[in-house]
C-alpha cells in the first residue's frame, strides 16, 4: 500500500484518498514506502492475521462500515486472547470496484476503530478482483517478553472461562439469511437488531487483555464455536474438558430462543463468530479474572474444568449426561 506525490495509478490515488489519512503512526512513513517500522521496544511482537471474505464471513449487503470494524476486530479479538496489546496493523484489499460510496464508509469506519482499539494503520495492499471481495488484515501487539498466552499451559483442574455470551452471532447471520430465527424474532425488533449487531461488530475483549495474561494458564479466541475451539485448546495442551451446558452464558435472545424450541443448544456451541475469549485459570486466580471483568464491563464465566487424559471435551446437561453433539465447530473446508 505504497503511493508518492505522482499518484501514477489509480491505486496510488486510491490509498491517497482513502487510507493515508489513517496512517498517522510515524513507522507507516506516511504511506510512501513498500514497508513499515515496528518501533522496538523490548516487547515480545505479537502477530495475528485473518482474512474475512464476502459471502463466507460478511454478506454482499452488510454496510461497509460493519465490514470494516469486522475485519479488524477478528484480529483484534486474538491480541486480547494472547494477553497482547495491539501495536498496528497492515491491510489488503481485494476489491471488485473502487466506488466512493463503499470505500468511504469502509475507511471511515476502520479508522475509527483503528484509533478506539489503539492499533494505527501501518501498510499494506489493494488489488483488483473478479470474485468476492476480501479484506485480510495482519495485526501486531506487543507483550512482555516471554508472557504471551498460548494455548498449550491448560492443566488438570483449571477452570474454564468464558467472556460474553455465547451463540448470538450465528442466531444473527440466521436472522440475515431469513431462517428459523428470523421467523420466530419477527415482532421482536430489539433482539433481531442485538443478534444481528453481534455477528455484523464483534466486540473484542482488549480491555482484558492485561488480566487474561496475568491470570490465564491458557487462551484463545472462539471464532469457529465454543465446542470445537475448546477441543484445539485441549489438544494443544493434551488434556481434556467437562463443561457444564447450563453455565455457559446466553444472552436473553439466546436464551429464549432455546426455550421455543427454535434453535438446539448445539447451534449456540458450534455456530461460531462469538470472538469471545475462552481461557483456562488456575482456581485461585478464576476470581481475579472474574472481578478484571466486572471492573470493564465485560461478564466473564465460570463453564467447566480442564481434566486429564486425551478424550474429546464433554459437554454435559443439568443430570451431568452428556450431549451428543454432531458438530463443534464451522469449517471452511
Not at 489519512?21 to 504511506?31: E, I, K, N, V
Not at 476486530?73 to 496493523?89: C, I, T
Not at 498466552?149 to 474454564?160: H, L, P, Q, Y
Request: some cysteine; hydrophobic content about 45%; proline content about 5%.
Amino acid at each position: 500500500m505504497t503511493q508518492d506525490k505522482y499518484q501514477t495509478s489509480a491505486e496510488d490515488s486510491l490509498i491517497a484518498r482513502y487510507f493515508k489519512p489513517l496512517a498517522t503512526d510515524p513507522g507507516a512513513l506516511g504511506l510512501v514506502d513498500d514497508a513499515a517500522i515496528l518501533a522496538s521496544s523490548g516487547d515480545d511482537i505479537v502477530v495475528t492475521t485473518d482474512a474475512v471474505v464476502e459471502g463466507v464471513h460478511y454478506l454482499a449487503a452488510d454496510p461497509p462500515d460493519t465490514i470494516a470494524r469486522k475485519a479488524l476486530r477478528v484480529n483484534l479479538s486474538d491480541l486480547a486472547a494472547k494477553g497482547a496489546v495491539p501495536a498496528g496493523f497492515v491491510l489488503t484489499l481485494a476489491l471488485r470496484s473502487k466506488e466512493d460510496s463503499w470505500l468511504r464508509p469502509f475507511a471511515d469506519a476502520l479508522g475509527e476503530d483503528a484509533k478506539s482499539f489503539g492499533c494505527p494503520l501501518l501498510g499494506g495492499d489493494t488489488v483488483s478482483t473478479p470474485g468476492p471481495q476480501m479484506i485480510s488484515i495482519t495485526a501486531f501487539g506487543r507483550v512482555p517478553k516471554g508472557r504471551m498466552v498460548g494455548r498449550t499451559g491448560a492443566r488438570a483442574g483449571d477452570r474454564i472461562l468464558v467472556t460474553g455470551t455465547i451463540g448470538d452471532a450465528a442466531l444473527g447471520l440466521d436472522v440475515l439469511t431469513g431462517g428459523a430465527v428470523a421467523g420466530a424474532l419477527m415482532s421482536d425488533s430489539a433482539a433481531r437488531d442485538l443478534l444481528v449487531s453481534r455477528y455484523r461488530m464483534p466486540q473484542p475483549r482488549n480491555a482484558l487483555a492485561q488480566a487474561v495474561r496475568e491470570h490465564a494458564s491458557a487462551a484463545m479466541d472462539v471464532s469457529d464455536g465454543l465446542a470445537g475451539d475448546l477441543a484445539k485448546l485441549c489438544a494443544a495442551s493434551g488434556v481434556s474438558a467437562a463443561v457444564e451446558v447450563a453455565s455457559v452464558p446466553l444472552s436473553a435472545a439466546a436464551a429464549g430462543l432455546i426455550a421455543r424450541n427454535v434453535v438446539g443448544v448445539e447451534t449456540l456451541l458450534a455456530g461460531g463468530d462469538d470472538y469471545e475469549v475462552l481461557c483456562t485459570v488456575p482456581p485461585a486466580q478464576s476470581d481475579g479474572l472474574i472481578a478484571a471483568g466486572r471492573a470493564v464491563g465485560v461478564a466473564v464465566s465460570v463453564i467447566g474444568t480442564i481434566i486429564a487424559g486425551p478424550e474429546r471435551p464433554r459437554f454435559l446437561d443439568g443430570q451431568g449426561q452428556e450431549l451428543a453433539l454432531k458438530r463443534l465447530s464451522y469449517s471452511h473446508f
